[in-house]
């Protein structure tokens, strides 16, 4: 059951990762982009790395496709249904992601070592262990780090609406 819903999930995040590259409308793109993170998502809990899903859930899904959707918000002039003319390319991309496609399978299946662990898996390093280091002992990095997201941000509305800034 489990080998059903990774097939249905992967193909859900590769179906929107092809959306994000193939549409015409820059909008679309970006909502492709958060759908694309949300399956990769449900792919990291079907590994059982609860910590990896949260993280990719909050910091991708929720906030980065969300600022690339104000950046577009923003930044677009004109008519949003043909906002995107670069994607007339794509077929050298295509062409990219199959070598490296190749690249990478050949490097998987000529090593017979690449997944036996060095020492048994203990658990440690779990959901709430992490998350009980980042409100402890690094708390003041874990806030700076939020504190940084929310001036790039403040930044790039500054950018994008021209606002003139007294020196």
Same mark, same amino acid.
């Given at each position: ?12 995040? +590769? &179906?929107?990762?092809? #959306? ?5 409308? +820059? ?26 899903? &949260? ?8 906030? @980065? ?12 002039? #004109? ?15 295509? @062409? ?7 690249? @990478? ?39 700076? &780090? ?8 403040? #930044? ?5 609406? #021209? ?5």
């Amino acid at each position: 059951m489990g080998t059903i819903f990774f097939f249905i999930f992967a193909i859900l995040a +590769i &179906a929107a990762a092809w #959306g994000v590259v193939t549409s015409k409308n +820059i909008m679309h793109s970006a909502l492709y982009l958060a759908l694309s993170f949300a399956g990769v998502a449900a792919l990291y809990i079907l590994m059982n790395a609860d910590y990896l899903a &949260a993280v990719q859930l909050l910091v991708y899904t929720g906030g @980065i496709a969300i600022m690339v959707v104000f950046a577009v918000m923003l930044t677009l002039r #004109g008519d949003v249904r043909e906002s995107n003319p670069e994607n007339k390319v794509w077929g050298w991309g295509a @062409i990219v992601a199959t070598f490296m496609f190749i690249m @990478i399978a050949t490097v998987i299946l000529t090593n017979a070592d690449w997944r036996i662990l060095p020492t048994a898996w203990d658990n440690v390093g779990s959901a709430a262990d992490i998350s009980l280091l980042l409100l402890t002992k690094f708390m003041v990095p874990f806030e700076a &780090a939020a504190v940084l997201l929310t001036v790039a941000l403040v #930044g790039a509305v500054i950018l994008a609406k #021209g606002v003139k800034v007294s020196k």
